[in-house]
């Protein structure tokens, strides 16, 4: 299998249109057309990490954090990104990143925590907007079958929990072919007059050119009329971080205890707890103070995230307990997270995990 079938897939969960402007997810050394040999997963793309994928016989290593953020002026052995650069290069091991476009979808980093501590009714803490838009056609009524099954199979018509979502709407339509034309019904140089249907459905934005892909080999016409739609609207399952509700409300000092024993915590950093009972929680790995206002917002009574500064601790203002648990710490389970996407789609595949504990965060207690 080619490296490519693989990530091909896993894009179809994270699809890298979904990260952040600054971000450099994707392929970062490597040829996708290379047959896969294994593939291991890691939270970080160290030189030690690359050459236990090596040592291990797997030459993708996908991982959560870009080892190359920003433009490269020289690949210097004298850095610990040069050296996992040259590492990559010399033992042919092609390293992907899945890092905020896996962050911004529910299935991906916040889902997977919002998992751990069992939390219910979980949607984005921030959700995205501008990742969908509609598309218009028209059909004759005798198609119609034929063009809706081709592009729904191509993604379009996915409204939440629902799919195969459409909109039809019965009129007359009519056109006139000229000459050089080859029109499937009517003769050049008569206006014909068809029963049609106006379909309309949204879809996610990175799927467009599949989908207008379907519509066009599916449709009957020589030239397929259709119309396409920016949208406003926002999407659950879509956004920064990640809230939810526990089954049952936990005092502040018992779900501190429950976190700190599920992420395996030496210490959490946290603002005064406010003498209240824990019931909706939101979370986000990684860098999370920019989404502090959202979790106000949302109503949470706890938000947990990492890399909070000390001004930044204040803004939580007597609203919510916020808990900066650390970066690596909040990320850790990333790594069983891309284990199982990739074992699901691929049973029959070798797939490891790094043994490698990359955080270089450490506590004297």
């Given at each position: 299998?080619?490296?490519?079938?693989?990530?091909?897939?896993?894009?179809?969960?994270a699809?890298?249109?979904?990260?952040?402007t600054?971000?450099?997810?994707?392929?970062l050394?490597?040829?996708?057309?290379?047959?896969?040999?294994?593939?291991?997963?890691?939270?970080?793309?160290?030189?030690?990490?690359?050459?236990?994928?090596?040592?291990?016989?797997?030459?993708?290593?996908?991982?959560?954090?870009?080892?190359?953020?920003?433009?490269?002026?020289r690949?210097?052995?004298?850095n610990y990104?040069?050296?996992?650069v040259?590492?990559?290069?010399k033992?042919?091991?092609?390293i992907?990143?899945?890092?905020?476009?896996?962050?911004?979808v529910?299935?991906?980093?916040?889902?997977?925590?919002?998992?751990?501590l069992?939390?219910?009714q979980?949607v984005?803490?921030?959700?995205?907007?501008?990742?969908?838009?509609?598309?218009?056609?028209?059909?004759?009524?005798?198609?119609?079958?034929?063009?809706?099954?081709?592009?729904?199979?191509?993604g379009?018509?996915?409204?939440?929990?629902?799919?195969?979502?459409?909109?039809?709407?019965?009129?007359t339509?009519?056109?006139?072919?000229?000459?050089?034309a080859?029109?499937?019904?009517?003769?050049?140089?008569?206006r014909?007059y068809e029963?049609?249907?106006?379909?309309?459905?949204?879809?996610?934005?990175?799927?467009?050119?599949?989908?207008?892909?379907?519509?066009?080999?599916a449709?009957p016409?020589?030239?397929?009329?259709?119309?396409?739609?920016?949208?406003?609207?926002?999407v659950?399952?879509i956004?920064s971080g990640?809230?939810?509700?526990?089954?049952?409300?936990?005092?502040?000092k018992?779900?501190?205890?429950?976190?700190?024993?599920?992420?395996?915590?030496?210490?959490?950093?946290?603002?005064?707890?406010?003498?209240?009972?824990?019931?909706?929680?939101?979370?986000?790995?990684g860098?999370?103070?920019?989404?502090?206002?959202d979790?106000?917002?949302?109503?949470?009574?706890?938000?947990?995230?990492s890399?909070?500064?000390?001004?930044?601790?204040?803004?939580?203002?007597?609203h919510?307990?916020?808990?900066?648990?650390g970066?690596?710490?909040s990320?850790q389970?990333?790594?069983?997270l891309?284990?199982?996407?990739?074992?699901?789609?691929f049973?029959?595949?070798?797939?490891?995990?790094?043994?490698?504990?990359?955080?270089?965060?450490?506590?004297?207690?």
């Amino acid at each position: 299998m080619k490296l490519s079938s693989i990530i091909n897939v896993l894009e179809t969960i994270a699809p890298l249109s979904f990260q952040e402007t600054y971000d450099n997810s994707g392929w970062l050394t490597g040829d996708p057309s290379w047959d896969c040999k294994g593939i291991m997963v890691s939270l970080d793309a160290t030189e030690d990490v690359v050459m236990d994928a090596f040592s291990k016989g797997c030459n993708l290593l996908v991982v959560h954090h870009p080892i190359i953020f920003s433009g490269l002026k020289r690949i210097d052995p004298g850095n610990y990104v040069g050296r996992a650069v040259i590492a990559a290069i010399k033992h042919d091991v092609a390293i992907y990143a899945m890092h905020t476009n896996l962050d911004n979808v529910i299935e991906g980093v916040n889902g997977k925590i919002a998992s751990l501590l069992n939390l219910r009714q979980v949607v984005s803490l921030r959700k995205r907007e501008g990742v969908l838009r509609q598309l218009v056609t028209y059909v004759p009524k005798a198609h119609l079958d034929q063009v809706r099954n081709s592009i729904f199979n191509a993604g379009a018509g996915h409204v939440g929990l629902y799919d195969e979502c459409g909109f039809y709407l019965s009129g007359t339509g009519s056109f006139r072919a000229n000459e050089g034309a080859d029109p499937f019904i009517g003769k050049i140089g008569e206006r014909h007059y068809e029963d049609e249907v106006r379909m309309e459905c949204v879809y996610f934005q990175h799927k467009e050119a599949e989908i207008l892909s379907a519509l066009k080999t599916a449709h009957p016409y020589e030239e397929v009329a259709y119309q396409l739609f920016d949208l406003p609207n926002s999407v659950n399952s879509i956004g920064s971080g990640a809230v939810g509700e526990l089954e049952e409300a936990i005092n502040e000092k018992d779900i501190l205890l429950k976190i700190k024993e599920i992420f395996g915590l030496e210490v959490i950093r946290h603002t005064p707890l406010l003498g209240k009972k824990v019931r909706k929680i939101a979370v986000c790995g990684g860098v999370g103070s920019f989404l502090i206002k959202d979790a106000i917002r949302a109503g949470a009574d706890l938000y947990i995230t990492s890399d909070v500064k000390y001004h930044e601790f204040f803004d939580a203002d007597g609203h919510l307990v916020l808990a900066d648990i650390g970066h690596f710490e909040s990320e850790q389970f990333t790594i069983q997270l891309l284990f199982d996407l990739l074992i699901e789609k691929f049973p029959n595949f070798a797939v490891l995990k790094s043994g490698l504990k990359t955080n270089p965060i450490q506590y004297f207690i």
